[in-house]
T-cell receptor, first 113, second 111 residues
Framework: GEDVEQSLFLSVREGDSSVINCTYT??????LYWYKQEPGAGLQLLTY?????DMKQDQRLTVLLNKKDKHLSLRIADTQTGDSAIYFC?????????????FGIGTKLQVIP | DGGITQSPKYLFRKEGQNVTLSCEQN?????MYWYRQDPGQGLRLIYY???????QKGDIAEGYSVSREKKESFPLTVTSAQKNPTAFYLC??????????FGPGTRLTVT
C-alpha cells in the first residue's frame, strides 16, 4: 500500500470529457478516493468508491475501478474551466491492524476555454 | 457550521524559531492528521492521531511535534530542528478507516 501513481498533467478543451487515471499497489484497499485541490486551498473530497464496486456515478463524475489491474479512473463529463485544479487519488489500506491512507502525487488538470 | 479550521493562513518566521500551527475540528472525528505539501511532491504524512492522548509518527516526523489533549484540537509545532520548514501544511480529520476532510491549509515561510 505504499504506492499510488498518477500522471502529472492533463489538458482538455472546455466541453470535452476528462479522464484522470491512477494505479495503486495494495490489494487490501477498502476505499479509494478522489480529491480536488484548487490553488492555495485544502483538498476537497469529490467522491469515493468502495473496493467491491466497479463503478460509481455522481452527476458529471464517473469513477471506474478495475481491481484486478489495481486501476482507478475519474471521468469528468462536460469539463468546465472551474474544473481546473489538481486531482489526487488516494487509497485507504490495512497497515497491519490500522488504517492508512496513501495519496498520489496529483494530476494537474488544465481546461482550455 | 461544522468543519476544520487552520490558523493562520500565512505564517512567517525567522530561522531558529519554533512555530505552532493550529488545527481545530468540530466534526466529532476521532482521527486527525498533519500533512506537508511541497511543489511536485504530493502530500506527505507528518503525524496522525486516532484517539485523544495518543499520536503516531508519519513518514516525515523529524523536526516536528504534536499534542492531542482534546478531541477537537491537534496543534503542530515546527521546531528549529526541521531543516527545510517552508511548505504548505494541511490538517485533516476523519473517522478511522474512512475519508479524510481537510482544512484550508497554512503556508509557512521561514527565512
Amino acid at each position: 500500500g505504499e504506492d499510488v501513481e498518477q500522471s502529472l498533467f492533463l489538458s482538455v478543451r472546455e466541453g470535452d470529457s476528462s479522464v484522470i487515471n491512477c494505479t495503486y499497489t495494495d490489494s487490501s484497499s477498502t476505499y479509494l478516493y478522489w480529491y480536488k485541490q484548487e490553488p492555495g486551498a485544502g483538498l476537497q473530497l469529490l467522491t469515493y468508491i468502495f473496493s467491491n464496486m466497479d463503478m460509481k456515478q455522481d452527476q458529471r463524475l464517473t469513477v471506474l475501478l478495475n481491481k484486478k489491474d489495481k486501476h482507478l479512473s475519474l471521468r469528468i463529463a462536460d469539463t468546465q474551466t472551474g474544473d481546473s485544479a489538481i486531482y489526487f487519488c488516494a487509497e485507504n489500506w490495512d497497515a497491519g491492524g490500522y488504517q492508512k491512507v496513501t495519496f498520489g502525487i496529483g494530476t494537474k488538470l488544465q481546461v482550455i476555454p | 457550521d461544522g468543519g476544520i479550521t487552520q490558523s493562520p493562513k500565512y505564517l512567517f518566521r525567522k530561522e531558529g524559531q519554533n512555530v505552532t500551527l493550529s488545527c481545530e475540528q468540530n466534526l466529532n472525528h476521532d482521527a486527525m492528521y498533519w500533512y506537508r505539501q511541497d511543489p511536485g511532491q504530493g502530500l506527505r504524512l507528518i503525524y496522525y492521531s486516532q484517539i485523544v492522548n495518543d499520536f503516531q509518527k508519519g513518514d516525515i516526523a523529524e523536526g516536528y511535534s504534536v499534542s492531542r489533549e482534546k478531541k477537537e484540537s491537534f496543534p503542530l509545532t515546527v521546531t528549529s530542528a526541521q531543516k527545510n520548514p517552508t511548505a504548505f501544511y494541511l490538517c485533516a480529520s476523519g473517522q478511522v478507516g474512512y475519508e479524510q476532510y481537510f482544512g484550508p491549509g497554512t503556508r509557512l515561510t521561514v527565512t
